[in-house]
């Protein structure tokens, strides 16, 4: 008889917990949502932010705010959202640098562990752009001309993935000597790029489409499996003789880890609808992005193996090093 009351006190238990999750997610939300940025205005995740806060706030009856806290790669606005009460009111925007940092980053507060992906949403690959007046014709002379002799690229900055992934093409595949020249961002590079004080850049390519398309730089290789209609005179890797190199960004959106189940799942609903509209895909297609449409369970296990995967990468090159 025991027995029988506590399966059923279980059994009940598991019912009001459903209900309550059911309730939950159909008052969410109450008060208007954040979408805290670990990039500053006009960058690739601050876009997709901006996209996606505008039409989530129609879809939930809410405003949607986006709030940049740029620093440390991300790492800054990671902790505070890591931090906050889980109740879906604070939610980050992030890149493939959260899953660098978790390698890469020491004593930042934080481990991804401490965050939840909700959905992951756009991808782009990153892109190698030189000065229009650079007499190389293509990515494999430019890769033969380094062999003999070191050249400059400039990047974001330090840890960033685009970094991460120049430094482990330059030094494993390619075996050229490329000195870094880290930057506070993709518009400096870009920048300096332009003013040729850089031989070359490596950066994600939406921060690139504009340079090339108006002849500022000339784009030469593609880390990706397939060209990009933003770019499609640029050859990837491969074509230049260099398969299985793909290298790009992400975007995603994390909830602390705490945050109700009910919430996450509805959050990834909407937020995916919201991909699924073809004005979206397009617009994000024109500057480099190629839509990603993931469960939340899809999104989690992709990110736990970009976290694996960028770990592998940076631990290779010897970064950080000791």
Not at 160 to 189: D, L, M
Not at 300 to 315: C, H, I, K, T
């Amino acid at each position: 008889m025991r027995a029988f009351r506590a399966k059923l006190c279980v059994f009940v238990a598991a019912i009001v917990a459903s209900l309550a999750q059911r309730a939950l997610a159909q008052t969410y939300p109450t008060e208007d949502i954040t979408f805290r940025v670990g990039f500053a205005a006009g960058g690739v995740a601050d876009v997709i932010a901006r996209t996606v806060g505008e039409k989530l706030g129609k879809r939930l009856g809410r405003a949607v705010m986006v709030e940049n806290r740029g620093g440390a790669s991300g790492s800054l606005a990671a902790k505070s959202v890591s931090d906050a009460a889980p109740d879906g009111y604070t939610i980050l925007t992030a890149t493939t640098s959260l899953a660098v940092s978790e390698t890469v980053t020491r004593n930042k507060g934080f481990s991804v562990d401490d965050l939840r992906a909700v959905a992951i949403v756009a991808l782009c690959p990153v892109i190698l752009a030189i000065h229009p007046s650079n007499p190389v014709k293509d990515l494999q002379e430019f890769i033969e001309n380094g062999k003999a002799k070191s050249f400059t690229y400039g990047s974001a900055g330090v840890g960033t993935s685009p970094h991460i992934g120049a430094e482990y093409f330059f030094r494993q595949v390619t075996k050229v000597k490329a000195v870094h020249v880290p930057f506070t961002g993709g518009v400096p590079a870009v920048q300096s790029a332009i003013g040729n004080h850089v031989d070359a850049i490596v950066l994600t390519l939406p921060t690139v489409v504009a340079p090339i398309t108006h002849g500022l730089l000339r784009g030469i290789g593609l880390a990706s499996s397939t060209r990009n209609s933003a770019v499609p005179n640029v050859p990837t890797y491969g074509e230049m003789g260099f398969p299985n190199a793909a290298s790009g960004s992400w975007v995603g959106f994390f909830a602390p880890a705490k945050t109700p189940e009910a919430i996450i799942t509805k959050l990834n609903g909407e937020i995916n609808a919201i991909m699924k509209e073809s004005a979206v895909q397009q617009s994000l297609k024109t500057i480099g992005f190629d839509v990603m449409i993931k469960t939340q369970a899809e999104a989690s296990d992709y990110f736990q193996s970009e976290v694996a995967n960028w770990g592998r990468m940076a631990r290779v090159i010897g970064y950080p090093s000791d």
